[in-house]
């Protein structure tokens, strides 16, 4: 576990890439910038090679993810001995919970859809176990001052 300080820019992170993803959303922004490519397909494929993109998706990405990681690997402000514990439990269930899910999509939703699905896939394990910590951690709370 990381200080509970890393929490407020992860935070940040997270609430920019909202801001990013609703800009590309409404003015589809457009960031074309020459990166390395270890494979491009797009007319061509392409290998090992330096191509122009419009990278604007993979900093909404990486905001989203490196926030997430913050936020679900800090402690809190004041740490007790049970939140390990809950924390272990919130990760198992998030992740079950997850793949149940993929299966699902995998069962009845097909084309675009399914892309969508697999994108929002990539963070739902985050946001799971964000809902099922904080959850928890409220129950102890309030069991903790009887």
């Avoid at 801001?19 to 494929?45: D, E």
């Avoid at 604007?56 to 809190?76: P, V």
């Avoid at 399914?114 to 985050?126: G, H, T």
Wanted: glycine share 6%; charged share 15%; net charge positive.
């Amino acid at each position: 576990m990381i200080h509970y300080r890393y929490k407020i820019p992860g935070l940040i992170l997270i609430l920019l890439g909202i801001g990013l993803t609703i800009l590309y959303s409404v003015h589809r922004m457009n960031l074309q910038v020459p990166v390395f490519a270890i494979h491009s397909s797009y007319l061509v494929t392409k290998y090992f090679t330096v191509i122009k993109t419009n990278i604007f998706e993979e900093i909404i990405f990486l905001s989203y993810f490196a926030g997430f990681l913050l936020t679900a690997f800090s402690r809190e402000r004041v740490e007790h001995e049970a939140y390990s514990t809950m924390r272990a439990i919130a990760w198992q269930k998030a992740i079950l919970i997850n793949a149940l899910l993929l299966v699902l999509c995998t069962l009845f939703v097909f084309g675009r859809g399914f892309l969508a699905v697999l994108i929002f896939n990539m963070f739902s394990v985050f946001i799971l176990y964000h809902i099922i910590f904080y959850v928890k951690k409220r129950r102890f709370g309030g069991n903790q001052d009887q």
